[in-house]
């Protein structure tokens, strides 16, 4: 039996129009390299996205084409978001922390026809551009006033390229499983590997990342991503918020700057935010400093790293903002799980609270989640049951651009998470599927025998990796960076465990170095530091 | 370019399957016929939704099959909604208050195979059966025990009937396009018109109602919808609830009673309902006479009518409930605007805040809406100009049943609403396009007119209508029930008028009546009143 209801297209497009129409008067503040604080609204941004699709066309970008752009938070780089991808072609944000050949890599992989730069990119793209062969021209994020000297070749100002463009375009009419963004990830392991959103895919992540239980955007919002728009479509926000009508503030190449965050939260009357642990850490450090507050502040989303408990707790006992943890990643468009507490949550006894809070979270709807054991079966939700974390759904990936898939029957996408799901429907990473170590035909998990060790007072940094033992296949193996004049012994830090954990896990030796490795985005780089210990000879 | 992302199936299926995997201890409260109240979770209906399923399939009904229900709001029809439509079914929501030509009407029409009744319904159905030839057997949803006697042919009792089967059930993979549900609209001309959704407009129009701005489901909610789940899907309320998690409580067949609809809030905890204004009246007289209390209650959504300012206040002066106006009708699955108050708005001075306040909203995002004049030219929002509305997007119907579809050039639906848009996209209704009165070129809003009559103490209820007049096209005139023993006359209302609206405006005459005509749901018929009126010979 036929249905009769509409079957319009979810596009990028619908949302640029109804942004548009619906709240035109809506602003958005940027900070740039060439203004600290610019301000227009939804009109004029669409507006200026017409104008951006028609320079594009005249560049002699065609629909289907990757436009990259290696740009920082700001009204330009939105602009981008909706002028290549509501043109039909494919929005490539890449990067610009990523190592030289990873860069090189994925500019040629994608087949980059354009690339539009930021000034403050513009001498690392000068050195590369000689391996970016593809890249027809360069053009610089700012106005013609602010226009460097640059050796990069076919090279125009962004500005001065729309000024005389009419904001009149005809928007093509898209298919919904069109390619609309495209994203690689930062793995350690081999090439950066692509992900390829649709139009659809990015109105159903729209959607579901705005509910309540979520990001709960609404038009009383005052928004600032401070996840960089290079990460997984900023986690999305630039197309979520103006969908909700939410004002957006983004804060360019200032992320990092307790200051500047201060000042445009209390300006700008900011209500929500959303950013990586370390963003966190720098605004709360400038906040003690300064004894500023935040009162127009509601909510902060931590995302991309475990969040530690000290941040929830200064956010919230001292300056009333709920600190919410969410989990997902480049494949998901990204978000998989978001944690709200609720009222009666912050009823419960301190400690019980604390584990809640620290949790992932609940799946979105949309998110098809489970957790498998090494067989690949299914178990159970009862808080204990750890296993690989698997997800589907209608904005995860079912493969990488260019690339056989290789997920496992019923199209489920190996996140490469560890995790138990509490009785609550909580999920709790506990660790890396690669990094876990399997001892005696048990899993320990070398995240928690980290966290340990770092609570230690004299330990400044470490890391548990499992090495090859001829009786328990892997045993853990602590590598601890010491405190500068620390005179922490390995018996020390071993009985420091003693209670903590079960014995079983208690890291067998240690090993004292002075730095570890990290990867490009500042992780622990433990496939480096298995390589060190890779023919590593226990004592006993 | 091709995407890498999933593409699955938006179905009403995967709201089952996450709300039972994510919430399966949430709970589902109902009040019954044959039970004052149910409680069962999440867990328990899905259980249950399969046994049905392998009951509809062991009946002989198959995918694409039309099966009726006529119910109340509790669980079995919950069960049914799913049942039905995750077997690839077609579930077709029958409104006992309608004429029973129309009953048979659209039971004939719709080709209901199998019909779901209400106990109370059974002695109406029992009386129309004859004229269901295509009807091949009645299921009444009650126990064994409380199976009443009945002369309905090939007759099941609910219980007797899944009690045997198994729970689980291998559900079909349904297209996201496929029929779920159908609902005709009780128009006051012609007949019945029926709108067939599909799996995907129902996920898409979940997602869009749940919004922060709209009706906010979240996990924490406890949510009764007192709109009958044989209106537009309760206004899709039982799919969005378990999308989000939330609690369900259904009144069953008390929707009108005040005392239990308290005593459900108090005892269930419910901090969101929603209903047409007649059942706040109810609610509100109750706890005015009684003097009880409903803290729980946060906000109520009004829609179906235009809600009077007094509700609104009473609601938030005496209960700290915030009543939110919302729009939409059976063709919009239904929602098309919200009308959510923020502390912003609370700031402004009284009178402009009850106007705003009145207002039907904004749209909500996957409507597209606009407002023309007679030429179909599209006007401007700026709080006067008003216009027909026209909707289209992905939760409107581009036509009827078994109908070719009439809807303007670029697939617009006519609402059939006359209304203007403020500056701030809120919508204001000012009449229906077929109430309109045109007068000199210029529209007059009978509605209006209607409701200042109304406002006279003298009045016991008023219509405007357009009276065809040889200079002015057409004129206004008024039909006034006076309250008994009032002296009212014609003179007494239109010098009412005065300085209330503009001179030309005010109704050129006024006819007395005794009673005026009322459509089936208790609207005025205004079709029936024009007819009376259509020789009308003006005075002078």
């Not at 401070?226 to 004002?247: E, Q, R």
Request: hydrophobic residues 40%.
């Amino acid at each position: 039996m036929l249905s009769t209801m509409m079957e319009p297209a979810l596009t990028i497009t619908s949302v640029m129009n109804f942004a548009k129409k619906n709240y035109p008067n809506q602003e958005i503040i940027s900070v740039t390299a060439d203004n600290p604080l610019h301000r227009y609204t939804y009109k004029d941004a669409f507006q200026r996205v017409g104008k951006l699709a028609n320079a594009l066309v005249e560049l002699g970008a065609k629909p289907g084409d990757v436009i990259g752009t290696m740009a920082w938070n700001d009204y330009r780089h939105l602009e981008l978001y909706y002028g290549i991808s509501c043109s039909g072609m494919v929005c490539h944000t890449i990067n610009p922390r990523l190592f030289d050949e990873q860069i090189e890599y994925i500019v040629e992989h994608a087949e980059d026809k354009f690339l539009f730069v930021d000034p403050l990119f513009v001498t690392k793209i000068e050195a590369l551009q000689d391996k970016m062969p593809n890249v027809l021209g360069f053009i610089v994020l700012t106005s013609e006033d602010n226009m460097p000297e640059t050796t990069l070749r076919n090279v125009h100002c962004y500005e001065t390229l729309i000024a005389d463009k009419s904001d009149e375009f005809v928007w093509p009419e898209l298919q919904e499983s069109a390619a609309s963004a495209l994203c690689y990830t930062s793995g350690t392991t081999g090439n950066p590997k692509g992900v390829v959103y649709s139009h659809r895919s990015t109105v159903l992540h729209s959607y579901a990342s705005s509910m309540p239980d979520a990001f709960a955007f609404s038009r009383n919002d005052v928004v600032m991503p401070i996840v960089p728009m290079f990460h997984v479509n900023g986690w999305g926000i630039v197309y979520s918020a103006p969908m909700a009508g939410a004002k957006l503030v983004m804060p360019g190449p200032k992320m990092a700057d307790g200051k500047v965050l201060t000042t445009l939260i209390n300006q700008e009357k900011i209500t929500m935010s959303a950013g990586v642990p370390t963003v966190w850490l720098a605004l709360l450090d400038y906040l003690e400093q300064s004894g500023e507050s935040i009162d127009s502040l509601k909510r902060v989303t931590v995302g991309g790293a475990a969040c530690p408990l000290p941040i929830f707790k200064t956010f919230y006992d001292k300056y009333g903002v709920e600190a919410e943890h969410a989990w997902g990643m480049t494949e998901m468009s990204p978000l998989g799980t978001y944690n709200k507490m609720s009222s009666q949550d912050r009823e419960l006894p301190e400690e019980e609270f604390n584990q809640k809070l620290l949790r992932q979270g609940r799946p979105i709807y949309g998110v098809d989640l489970r957790i498998v054991n090494e067989n690949g079966d299914e178990l159970p939700w009862d808080g204990t049951s750890s296993g690989a974390v698997q997800v589907r759904g209608a904005f995860v990936t079912a493969g990488y651009h260019k690339q056989q898939a290789d997920f496992t029957p019923g199209g489920w996408f190996e996140t490469g998470d560890v995790a138990f799901m509490d009785e609550e429907s909580r999920m709790q990473i506990t660790d890396r599927t690669k990094d876990i170590i399997k001892s005696g035909g048990e899993w320990i998990s070398s995240i928690e025998l980290e966290n340990l060790a770092m609570s230690h007072p004299a330990v400044a940094e470490a890391a548990v990796i499992g090495v090859a033992h001829e009786k328990w296949t892997e045993r853990p193996l602590l590598v601890v960076v010491r405190k500068p004049d620390s005179g922490l012994t390995a018996q020390d830090i071993l009985k420091f465990y003693q209670g903590k954990v079960a014995t079983w896990w208690i890291p067998t030796e240690v090993a004292f170095v002075v730095e570890l490795a990290h990867t490009a985005t500042g992780k622990l780089d433990k496939k480096t530091i298995r390589q060190w210990y890779q023919d590593y000879q226990w004592q006993d």
